[in-house]
Nanobody, 124 residues
Framework: QVQLVESGGGLVQAGGSLRLSCAASGLTFSNYAMGWFRQAPGKEREFVAAISQASGITYYADSVKGRFTISRDNAKSTVYLQMNNLSPEDTAVYYC?????????????????WGQGTQVTVSA
């Protein structure tokens, strides 16, 4: 059974930083690209960042480029999202996800496995 467990969310002031972690189990982690998505209240889920299996390629939404960094540690089966210079617009529940056999890393519907999410709240 595949499990993705996010942690590291919380309340931070604008301009602050947080590091999210997502620990994976039940899958051969190194075989999977991984993605982070977020959903703010009243808004649709949106792509945040993704990383290839061997960390060679990363992708970012324009809204977080230059502020967020995705990385992974295949030995620990964990993917990270370092978030710097946070703004209130970054407030959302953040989810990590692993894609299915045929996928587009920026499209959530092509992901098979999801974590339960971690809340990030940025105060002005």
């Amino acid at each position: 059974q595949v499990q993705l467990v996010e942690s590291g969310g919380g309340l931070v002031q604008a301009g602050g930083s947080l590091r999210l972690s997502c620990a994976a189990s039940g899958l051969t982690f190194s075989n999977y690209a991984m993605g982070w998505f977020r959903q703010a209240p009243g808004k649709e889920r949106e792509f945040v960042a993704a990383i290839s299996q061997a960390s060679g390629i990363t992708y970012y939404a324009d809204s977080v480029k230059g502020r967020f960094t995705i990385s992974r540690d295949n030995a620990k089966s964990t993917v990270y999202l370092q978030m710097n210079n946070l703004s209130p617009e970054d407030t959302a529940v953040y989810y990590c996800a692993a894609p299915g056999g045929s996928y587009n890393l920026k499209i959530g519907e092509t992901y098979n496995y999801w974590g339960q999410g971690t809340q990030v709240t940025v105060s002005a």
